[in-house]
């Protein structure tokens, strides 16, 4: 297993014999290669990268030299299904159709195809994850624009008949050796053409399909994969029209996806299972339904629920972005939901995503009157916008715009004929926003249980309904419960009950009268809370804690009941865990479902801040909380509560103040002293955190911070610069620290930790700072009680240590210091929960024995996100991250800053140091790249810095100065030499980045070079790659080290 | 579930065991008794209630959305032949769905599910766990059962097995499709679908579609290639007439094709037997392996009753077997040119998987 994101299960010791945890690149590959000297390799189940290494291994004949087989799909095959016109070509021959395209290399060539094909046109990519450089262009200017920018990372594009508004449909196809082929699922997108798959609300299986149109793209897509020889899994993309027969075949992924993922989860067909076996040479029949045990798996699943996928963006965090969504991919997380209408089920799913939705209705502030005017935008925080414009050029809200429209009284022409969303689901949604007007009436009078009934049949949940009626949450359950209104149990089995089911994959719906299974167990049960959507912030780690926590259980002889939704985890995989409930993390269903269940209690300190933020409202419930008390919990995650501890406890940190007024926090800046960091409580990945400089500042951020969060304070407080930030994640039972792990940020204090760079064991730590930590650490645990993980957070300055924060939970580092250590945390930690590990004297310390250096890197997706400022900040930004081991931090560094995705400098080094103090700090390093021979160019006052210390760098225009050499032309390189790295240092931390280094950031974010913004990171990349020649890089696997 | 304005009559399905299923009507405002079987296909309800072998049946389907697409209009082909149905009417004695779409929306739809229902009579009822329903159906087999509606007269249970529903299905007389095509095929209705037909004649075939129990070995004026015995309701031992037919028309050794109950038939004119199935095969997902090739086909079927292969005579061996259960999925003669298929190769709805049997079918008639 060649993987670099250590924090996945897939990296774990139970799932690989061999795991190098190195960059998924042709070079890192080779070596491993050489070494291992293995018999075949997958392409298949490692995404995009997975692939494209696979075939520049196969090109450079490092495969047939190793004699290395491809095992599934061959490269011809999979060639075929990349390149563009090879593709086309295997279409025609197969007698099917694909959208006319011009494959071009240069914008001249694109703006002649374009006339051929008539604007609208649509570009793409060849060779591209997730959309990466596509998109619609209506005219000539844009295409140009467009075109020159994507053919900065792609050596050709595509200029496409676009399909506006046509259906979007897809179909997970697998074949094997002997040609047996079957479509597994098909799914069918609620947003039509134009939106990238990644960003559309998906359903599966198809709702506005006839037998016809089902069974022909079917049927094509059967006809497709064994003309094109695929062996394996692969999705096919269409574009039907909704007004006639015709198609269009818009791709085949040859590989697992992102669909087949969520197909996998939606039909309970375990596609990566299926498709590893075929590879191996087996054929369709001899593998069994892993659901019935019994049927075989050549069949195609019948469902009799729907499942509604919705994605999750987090493009608020950026500044400066386009919140629209298009062909290119912006979406970080999805959350799925399997209902047994479609109203149930996309409002389950609108909850999941926790962006504060109550579902499609009922989120407004205004809930007597849900007729009120951008009734439904209470969540977004823009306070007017243009309704048209907002459907037919969808943000991230659409859906939320939709729902307006239709209480403004939209027609369903008026909105189909802007949105190009089949009718058939703006009924469905009218008959919510129906719903809710009912239940607005019923405030008035009274909530008959037939309405009750309906709503939630509908999707409606608690607090939603609580919230239109002008009524109490609890008061709704208690209801409920006197009419005997509440949830069934249902299966998932792939036959729709034909034959019955081995496997507990289930979830809720009140659309039904029976439960499928029994509660009864001779085990006992503990539920796992897992961690919800991806999101900025929490990812695959939390899973990675819920998936160990559940392996911990089943091994100790516990049932263990999953209850998650998020399609992309392992710990929805059903057969993980003894039951698996897909469906909402919400106090009302983990309660519902802990009432039919009557386990011994939950675990919700794994899946990181959704079960964290629930746990006292599941505690009033009567939820037996597992581990820390629900007290405590809240004790830490309440910055009040909290602060009086440390101050009691005699324990430092930052100087803060609850903020009720403006006022008050204007006050405490002028006392306390700028810059000032504002926060608001029970957040994660530091939601609407910012650092303030000066009063307007303030004004600016508190605006954007209420509006994140308005149940909870928000906190102001000093913050310290030129500070470095420590972490500790530890493991307690009964108060006392049974491990821990201490891990620095290379970062200083400023940038959020889910984007710091992490070392671990840390190496440039005084004894002293580390002593301190542990010291403060074991006084909070036992202060709180604590039975199980947590994790805080230092600033230490001159041996000065103060608490940042404290979450009594696992965190984003878990699997990190776990894997880095050999030491599982998570298993530690449910074994403390459990009462079966206990404090031995002194905590152990993780780092102690550990030879090698773990460096922890962020992945940042600056490339898709168009406009957004590629900076780091208080505010973290970066959608995954990697980690590399090595002998030494800088071997460990520059692999994992690869396996970022950055590419080593060549030669061209822009550097752009802003203010005297990083000017100075900077040049002994500045000087050591010269002397390595890389080419310098510099800003106006860096060039002069450097001149005047006798450092030689070219000196390049602002963009803004239309003048040569012009920085713009290293940027993209058309004329000048392209640039290698741009080294940007803001200037400061003042509130308006200068606009030109803005557009620096931007243009080497868009051209694809690489970036680096932080002064630490800098002169840590820089000392690094004078120290490790990039062959020179250890090729290790994990228990090498 | 979708909120029509007009007030919701009440309706419910009870089960022969004395079960009860309550929901609201969206169909015909009448109560009928029929055998209760469910279907878990997820699109075709046209194709579904127009398939003449639901004839007597109470069609639940399992998946649960129902009515989105509408339902299309009932224009012709050239050949007479209703373009989007599988006969000139719904069959299905009712229909019970989980939750019904009174709002539909597709470009070839011209009414709703609900109004075709009501126009052709045919009760219908939603808001059922129809997966509740089903694992009823799958534990004590299939039962009998009716659709009551609030407000219409109640009805007794009966056995539409004892009746015979071929007959009640089939043409009533010779009908001639594609006249002066290249191969003659006799088509014995014992309740065809119409995409069977469809199948032949878009092959070049002339299609003679004759009553199930009509003589044809006896007409020594037909004038015929091949023969085709099609799918249709019940007991295929009801068709007594036409296991005698085919049985004569096997010692000729005329090549001939069976489907479904096609398949049933052939096995009995060759002195094998048949059985009832407890809850029988009613999807689009069947998997079937051709023990020649060992390959699998995803295939559509629709029959409650199946060949014991055990009792099949000399000669006779396994076209298909079913990768699931085991049972008989089709035959074929070792020597004679006599096959027949188990499940629907004609699909509508289902899989098209298993629609190259019509040509060697056709390979067999020359």
């Given at each position: 297993m060649v993987n670099p994101n250590i924090a996945t299960c897939q990296t774990d010791k139970q799932f690989a014999d061999k795991i190098y945890f190195l960059p998924v690149t042709p070079y890192f590959v080779e070596k491993i290669i050489a070494k291992e000297r293995p018999d075949g390799i997958l392409l298949g189940f490692g995404g995009q990268t997975a692939l494209n290494c696979g075939i520049a291994l196969h090109d450079s004949g490092v495969l047939q030299r190793y004699n290395v087989k491809v095992l599934g799909t061959q490269i011809d095959a999979i060639k075929a299904t990349e390149d563009r016109e090879l593709f086309v070509k295997a279409v025609e021959t197969a007698g099917l159709k694909t959208p006319r395209s011009f494959a071009v290399t240069n914008a001249n060539d694109a703006l002649k195809a374009a006339e051929k094909i008539k604007y609208p046109v649509m570009i793409r990519s060849a060779y591209a994850l997730g959309g990466l450089g596509s998109g619609v262009c209506r005219d000539a200017k844009e295409l140009s624009d467009m075109a020159r920018q994507a053919l900065a990372s792609a050596p050709q594009i595509l200029v496409e008949e676009y399909l506006e508004h046509w259906k979007e449909i897809e179909y997970e196809v697998v074949r094997d050796a002997s040609d047996n082929c079957i479509t597994v699922c098909n799914m069918e997108n609620f947003d039509p053409m134009g939106i990238h798959t990644g960003e559309s609300i998906v359903v599966?299986?198809?709702?506005?399909?006839?037998n016809h149109d089902y069974h022909k793209l079917r049927e094509i897509a059967i006809r497709l994969i064994r003309h094109l020889g695929i062996i394996g899994e692969c999705n096919i993309q269409y574009a039907l029209d909704p007004n006639s027969d015709e198609y269009r075949i818009i791709e085949v992924n040859a590989r697992l996806s992102r669909s087949s993922a969520l197909a996998s989860k939606a039909t309970g067909y375990p596609l990566a299972f299926v498709a590893a076996k075929l590879a191996l040479g087996y054929s369709l029949t001899e593998i069994k339904n892993s659901v019935t045990q019994t049927t075989t798996a050549c069949f195609e699943p019948a469902l009799d629920y729907i499942v509604v996928k919705i994605p999750r963006w987090d493009l608020k965090k950026f500044r400066n972005v386009s919140r629209k969504v298009g062909s290119s991919m912006k979406s970080v997380g999805e959350a799925m939901a399997i209902g047994r209408t479609f109203e149930e089920a996309i409002q389950k799913a609108m909850r999941m995503l926790d962006i504060g939705a109550y579902g499609l209705v009922g989120n407004s502030d205004n809930k007597a009157n849900p007729?009120?005017?951008?009734?439904?935008?209470?969540?977004?925080?823009?306070?007017?916008?243009d309704l048209d414009d907002e459907l037919a050029n969808p943000t991230d809200e659409r859906i939320f715009a939709i729902v307006d429209a239709i209480k403004e009284g939209y027609s369903i022409k008026q909105l189909h004929d802007l949105t190009g969303i089949d009718e058939w689901f703006l009924y469905k949604i009218i008959n919510v926003v129906e719903i809710e007007k009912e239940l607005a009436e019923a405030a008035t009078k009274e909530l008959t249980p037939g309405l009750l009934k309906k709503a939630k049949q509908n999707g409606f949940a608690d607090r939603q309904i609580a919230k239109i009626t002008c009524a109490k949450a609890n008061d709704i359950r208690a209801l409920r419960k006197k009419h005997g209104i509440a949830p069934v149990v249902k299966q998932i089995d792939t036959l729709a009950a034909e034959y019955p089911a081995k496997t507990n994959y289930l979830y809720l719906t009140y659309n039904g009268n029976g439960d499928d299974i029994t509660f009864s167990s001779s085990h006992k049960k503990i539920i796992v809370l897992g961690s919800g959507v991806y999101r900025i912030g929490s990812s695959v780690e939390f899973d990675w804690c819920c998936v160990n926590a559940v392996f911990t259980l089943r091994q100790l002889g516990y049932e263990a009941i999953m209850i998650n939704y998020n399609p992309e985890t392992v710990s929805t995989d059903y057969d993980v865990c003894d039951k698996l409930y897909f469906d909402e993390i919400s106090s009302e269903t983990v309660a519902d479902i802990y009432e039919k269940e009557s386990p011994e209690g939950a675990i919700v300190?794994?899946?990181?801040q959704i079960p964290n933020n629930i746990t006292l409202k599941l505690n009033e419930f009567g939820v037996r909380i597992l581990g820390t008390t629900p007290g405590s919990i809240d004790q830490a995650e309440d910055r009040q509560k909290f602060s009086q501890l440390l101050d009691k406890l005699g324990i430092d940190q930052p100087q803060w103040e609850e903020l009720t007024s403006i006022e008050e926090a204007k006050e405490f800046a002028a006392k306390a002293g700028y810059p000032v960091l504002v926060r608001p409580s029970y957040v994660l990945s530091g939601a609407a955190m910012s650092i303030a400089f000066a009063d307007d500042d303030l004004e600016q951020y508190l605006a954007k911070a209420s509006k994140v969060n308005e149940e909870y304070p928000v906190v102001i407080s000093k913050f310290i610069m030129n500070s470095k930030e420590v972490e500790i994640d530890a493991v307690a039972a009964c108060g006392k620290i049974i491990i821990e792990a201490i891990t620095e940020h290379v970062e200083n204090a400023g940038v959020h930790s889910g984007d710091a760079t992490m070392v671990f064991p840390p190496k440039k730590l005084y004894v002293e700072t580390t002593r301190k930590i542990s010291e403060i650490a074991a006084k909070i645990a036992e202060a709180l009680s604590i039975t199980g993980p947590f994790n805080m957070q230092f600033l230490a300055k001159e041996n000065e240590v103060k608490v940042i924060e404290c979450n009594l939970r696992a965190s984003r580092s878990f699997p990190f210091v776990s894997k880095v250590s050999k030491k599982n945390f998570a298993e530690i930690a449910t074994k403390a929960i459990l009462g079966l590990e206990k404090a031995n004297g002194r905590p152990t310390d993780a780092a102690n024995g550990v030879s090698c250096v773990g460096v922890k890197s962020p992945q940042f997706s600056f490339t898709r996100l168009k406009g957004a400022d590629p900076i780091i900040s208080v505010e973290m930004a970066s959608t995954g991250e990697v980690a590399c081991l090595g002998s030494t931090t800088y071997d460990a560094f520059l692999k994992a800053i690869m396996a970022a995705g950055f590419k080593l400098p060549e030669k061209n080094i822009l550097l752009s140091v802003g203010g005297d103090d990083a000017k100075i700090k900077f040049l002994p390093y500045a000087k050591k790249l010269s002397e390595l021979g890389y080419s310098l160019f510099a800003t106006h006052h860096t060039a002069m810095f450097f001149e005047k210390n006798g450092i030689k760098a070219t000196m390049l225009h602002k963009v803004s100065e239309d003048k040569k050499p012009n920085i713009l032309d290293y940027l993209d390189g058309r004329n000048e030499e392209k640039l290698h790295l741009v080294v940007n240092i803001p200037t400061a931390f003042t509130k308006k980045e200068l606009e030109d280094e803005y557009v620096i950031r931007r243009k080497a974010a868009d051209y694809g070079i690489p970036l680096i913004t932080n002064l630490q990171l800098a002169r840590l990349l820089a000392e690094a790659i004078a120290a490790v020649k990039p062959e020179e890089l250890e090729v290790k696997a994990w228990d090498e080290y | 579930m979708a909120g029509k304005k007009t007030a919701l009559k009440e309706a419910k399905i009870v089960l022969q065991d004395g079960t009860i299923f309550e929901g609201f009507s969206f169909g015909a405002e009448k109560s009928v008794p029929g055998e209760v079987v469910f279907n878990t296909g997820m699109v075709g309800y046209p194709e579904s209630l127009t398939d003449p072998s639901y004839k007597g049946q109470i069609l639940v389907l399992t998946?649960?959305?129902?009515?989105?697409y509408g339902v299309p209009n009932d224009s012709c082909d050239k050949y007479g032949l209703p373009l989007n149905f599988e006969s000139e009417k719904i069959q299905a004695e009712g229909l019970v769905v989980a939750d019904y779409s009174s709002e539909y929306s597709h470009y070839t739809a011209v009414k709703s599910l609900s109004d075709w229902l009501k126009e052709e009579g045919k009760p219908a009822i939603f808001g059922i766990d129809t997966r509740q329903l089903t694992k009823k159906l799958r534990e004590k087999g299939v039962m009998l059962g009716k659709i009551v509606v609030e407000g219409c007269s109640d009805v007794k249970l009966e056995d539409p097995n004892i009746r015979n529903l071929a007959a009640e299905v089939a043409v009533g007389k010779k009908t001639v499709y594609n006249e002066g095509g290249k191969r003659k095929i006799v088509l014995i209705d014992c309740g065809v679908k119409l995409n069977i037909i469809r199948s032949l004649v878009n092959r070049g075939c002339s299609v003679i579609r004759v009553p199930w129990d009509y003589d044809f070995p006896a007409d020594k004026e037909l004038d015929f290639d091949g023969i085709a015995v099609s799918n249709g309701p019940g007991d295929p031992k009801m068709c007594t007439a036409t296991i005698k037919n085919v049985a004569a028309a096997m010692k000729k050794e005329l090549p001939m094709f069976g489907i479904c109950l096609g398949n049933q038939i052939l096995a009995l004119a060759a002195g094998g037997d048949t059985y009832k199935l407890k809850y029988g095969h009613r999807s689009q997902n069947q998997p079937c392996i051709s023990p020649a090739t060992g390959r699998c086909y995803i295939t559509t079927q629709n029959h409650g009753y199946a060949v014991n292969m055990k009792t099949m005579p000399a000669g006779w061996e396994e076209l298909f077997v079913n990768?699931?259960?085991?049972?008989?999925?089709g035959l074929r003669h070792r020597s004679k040119p006599f096959m027949s298929v188990q499940f629907h190769p004609e699909a509508t709805p289902g899989p098209v998987d298993a629609d190259y049997l019509f040509d060697e079918f056709l390979r067999m008639v020359k």
């Amino acid at each position: 297993m060649v993987n670099p994101n250590i924090a996945t299960c897939q990296t774990d010791k139970q799932f690989a014999d061999k795991i190098y945890f190195l960059p998924v690149t042709p070079y890192f590959v080779e070596k491993i290669i050489a070494k291992e000297r293995p018999d075949g390799i997958l392409l298949g189940f490692g995404g995009q990268t997975a692939l494209n290494c696979g075939i520049a291994l196969h090109d450079s004949g490092v495969l047939q030299r190793y004699n290395v087989k491809v095992l599934g799909t061959q490269i011809d095959a999979i060639k075929a299904t990349e390149d563009r016109e090879l593709f086309v070509k295997a279409v025609e021959t197969a007698g099917l159709k694909t959208p006319r395209s011009f494959a071009v290399t240069n914008a001249n060539d694109a703006l002649k195809a374009a006339e051929k094909i008539k604007y609208p046109v649509m570009i793409r990519s060849a060779y591209a994850l997730g959309g990466l450089g596509s998109g619609v262009c209506r005219d000539a200017k844009e295409l140009s624009d467009m075109a020159r920018q994507a053919l900065a990372s792609a050596p050709q594009i595509l200029v496409e008949e676009y399909l506006e508004h046509w259906k979007e449909i897809e179909y997970e196809v697998v074949r094997d050796a002997s040609d047996n082929c079957i479509t597994v699922c098909n799914m069918e997108n609620f947003d039509p053409m134009g939106i990238h798959t990644g960003e559309s609300i998906v359903v599966a299986p198809s709702q506005t399909l006839t037998n016809h149109d089902y069974h022909k793209l079917r049927e094509i897509a059967i006809r497709l994969i064994r003309h094109l020889g695929i062996i394996g899994e692969c999705n096919i993309q269409y574009a039907l029209d909704p007004n006639s027969d015709e198609y269009r075949i818009i791709e085949v992924n040859a590989r697992l996806s992102r669909s087949s993922a969520l197909a996998s989860k939606a039909t309970g067909y375990p596609l990566a299972f299926v498709a590893a076996k075929l590879a191996l040479g087996y054929s369709l029949t001899e593998i069994k339904n892993s659901v019935t045990q019994t049927t075989t798996a050549c069949f195609e699943p019948a469902l009799d629920y729907i499942v509604v996928k919705i994605p999750r963006w987090d493009l608020k965090k950026f500044r400066n972005v386009s919140r629209k969504v298009g062909s290119s991919m912006k979406s970080v997380g999805e959350a799925m939901a399997i209902g047994r209408t479609f109203e149930e089920a996309i409002q389950k799913a609108m909850r999941m995503l926790d962006i504060g939705a109550y579902g499609l209705v009922g989120n407004s502030d205004n809930k007597a009157n849900p007729k009120s005017r951008r009734g439904s935008r209470g969540i977004s925080g823009m306070q007017s916008y243009d309704l048209d414009d907002e459907l037919a050029n969808p943000t991230d809200e659409r859906i939320f715009a939709i729902v307006d429209a239709i209480k403004e009284g939209y027609s369903i022409k008026q909105l189909h004929d802007l949105t190009g969303i089949d009718e058939w689901f703006l009924y469905k949604i009218i008959n919510v926003v129906e719903i809710e007007k009912e239940l607005a009436e019923a405030a008035t009078k009274e909530l008959t249980p037939g309405l009750l009934k309906k709503a939630k049949q509908n999707g409606f949940a608690d607090r939603q309904i609580a919230k239109i009626t002008c009524a109490k949450a609890n008061d709704i359950r208690a209801l409920r419960k006197k009419h005997g209104i509440a949830p069934v149990v249902k299966q998932i089995d792939t036959l729709a009950a034909e034959y019955p089911a081995k496997t507990n994959y289930l979830y809720l719906t009140y659309n039904g009268n029976g439960d499928d299974i029994t509660f009864s167990s001779s085990h006992k049960k503990i539920i796992v809370l897992g961690s919800g959507v991806y999101r900025i912030g929490s990812s695959v780690e939390f899973d990675w804690c819920c998936v160990n926590a559940v392996f911990t259980l089943r091994q100790l002889g516990y049932e263990a009941i999953m209850i998650n939704y998020n399609p992309e985890t392992v710990s929805t995989d059903y057969d993980v865990c003894d039951k698996l409930y897909f469906d909402e993390i919400s106090s009302e269903t983990v309660a519902d479902i802990y009432e039919k269940e009557s386990p011994e209690g939950a675990i919700v300190s794994m899946g990181g801040q959704i079960p964290n933020n629930i746990t006292l409202k599941l505690n009033e419930f009567g939820v037996r909380i597992l581990g820390t008390t629900p007290g405590s919990i809240d004790q830490a995650e309440d910055r009040q509560k909290f602060s009086q501890l440390l101050d009691k406890l005699g324990i430092d940190q930052p100087q803060w103040e609850e903020l009720t007024s403006i006022e008050e926090a204007k006050e405490f800046a002028a006392k306390a002293g700028y810059p000032v960091l504002v926060r608001p409580s029970y957040v994660l990945s530091g939601a609407a955190m910012s650092i303030a400089f000066a009063d307007d500042d303030l004004e600016q951020y508190l605006a954007k911070a209420s509006k994140v969060n308005e149940e909870y304070p928000v906190v102001i407080s000093k913050f310290i610069m030129n500070s470095k930030e420590v972490e500790i994640d530890a493991v307690a039972a009964c108060g006392k620290i049974i491990i821990e792990a201490i891990t620095e940020h290379v970062e200083n204090a400023g940038v959020h930790s889910g984007d710091a760079t992490m070392v671990f064991p840390p190496k440039k730590l005084y004894v002293e700072t580390t002593r301190k930590i542990s010291e403060i650490a074991a006084k909070i645990a036992e202060a709180l009680s604590i039975t199980g993980p947590f994790n805080m957070q230092f600033l230490a300055k001159e041996n000065e240590v103060k608490v940042i924060e404290c979450n009594l939970r696992a965190s984003r580092s878990f699997p990190f210091v776990s894997k880095v250590s050999k030491k599982n945390f998570a298993e530690i930690a449910t074994k403390a929960i459990l009462g079966l590990e206990k404090a031995n004297g002194r905590p152990t310390d993780a780092a102690n024995g550990v030879s090698c250096v773990g460096v922890k890197s962020p992945q940042f997706s600056f490339t898709r996100l168009k406009g957004a400022d590629p900076i780091i900040s208080v505010e973290m930004a970066s959608t995954g991250e990697v980690a590399c081991l090595g002998s030494t931090t800088y071997d460990a560094f520059l692999k994992a800053i690869m396996a970022a995705g950055f590419k080593l400098p060549e030669k061209n080094i822009l550097l752009s140091v802003g203010g005297d103090d990083a000017k100075i700090k900077f040049l002994p390093y500045a000087k050591k790249l010269s002397e390595l021979g890389y080419s310098l160019f510099a800003t106006h006052h860096t060039a002069m810095f450097f001149e005047k210390n006798g450092i030689k760098a070219t000196m390049l225009h602002k963009v803004s100065e239309d003048k040569k050499p012009n920085i713009l032309d290293y940027l993209d390189g058309r004329n000048e030499e392209k640039l290698h790295l741009v080294v940007n240092i803001p200037t400061a931390f003042t509130k308006k980045e200068l606009e030109d280094e803005y557009v620096i950031r931007r243009k080497a974010a868009d051209y694809g070079i690489p970036l680096i913004t932080n002064l630490q990171l800098a002169r840590l990349l820089a000392e690094a790659i004078a120290a490790v020649k990039p062959e020179e890089l250890e090729v290790k696997a994990w228990d090498e080290y | 579930m979708a909120g029509k304005k007009t007030a919701l009559k009440e309706a419910k399905i009870v089960l022969q065991d004395g079960t009860i299923f309550e929901g609201f009507s969206f169909g015909a405002e009448k109560s009928v008794p029929g055998e209760v079987v469910f279907n878990t296909g997820m699109v075709g309800y046209p194709e579904s209630l127009t398939d003449p072998s639901y004839k007597g049946q109470i069609l639940v389907l399992t998946y649960p959305l129902i009515g989105n697409y509408g339902v299309p209009n009932d224009s012709c082909d050239k050949y007479g032949l209703p373009l989007n149905f599988e006969s000139e009417k719904i069959q299905a004695e009712g229909l019970v769905v989980a939750d019904y779409s009174s709002e539909y929306s597709h470009y070839t739809a011209v009414k709703s599910l609900s109004d075709w229902l009501k126009e052709e009579g045919k009760p219908a009822i939603f808001g059922i766990d129809t997966r509740q329903l089903t694992k009823k159906l799958r534990e004590k087999g299939v039962m009998l059962g009716k659709i009551v509606v609030e407000g219409c007269s109640d009805v007794k249970l009966e056995d539409p097995n004892i009746r015979n529903l071929a007959a009640e299905v089939a043409v009533g007389k010779k009908t001639v499709y594609n006249e002066g095509g290249k191969r003659k095929i006799v088509l014995i209705d014992c309740g065809v679908k119409l995409n069977i037909i469809r199948s032949l004649v878009n092959r070049g075939c002339s299609v003679i579609r004759v009553p199930w129990d009509y003589d044809f070995p006896a007409d020594k004026e037909l004038d015929f290639d091949g023969i085709a015995v099609s799918n249709g309701p019940g007991d295929p031992k009801m068709c007594t007439a036409t296991i005698k037919n085919v049985a004569a028309a096997m010692k000729k050794e005329l090549p001939m094709f069976g489907i479904c109950l096609g398949n049933q038939i052939l096995a009995l004119a060759a002195g094998g037997d048949t059985y009832k199935l407890k809850y029988g095969h009613r999807s689009q997902n069947q998997p079937c392996i051709s023990p020649a090739t060992g390959r699998c086909y995803i295939t559509t079927q629709n029959h409650g009753y199946a060949v014991n292969m055990k009792t099949m005579p000399a000669g006779w061996e396994e076209l298909f077997v079913n990768a699931n259960d085991g049972t008989n999925e089709g035959l074929r003669h070792r020597s004679k040119p006599f096959m027949s298929v188990q499940f629907h190769p004609e699909a509508t709805p289902g899989p098209v998987d298993a629609d190259y049997l019509f040509d060697e079918f056709l390979r067999m008639v020359k």
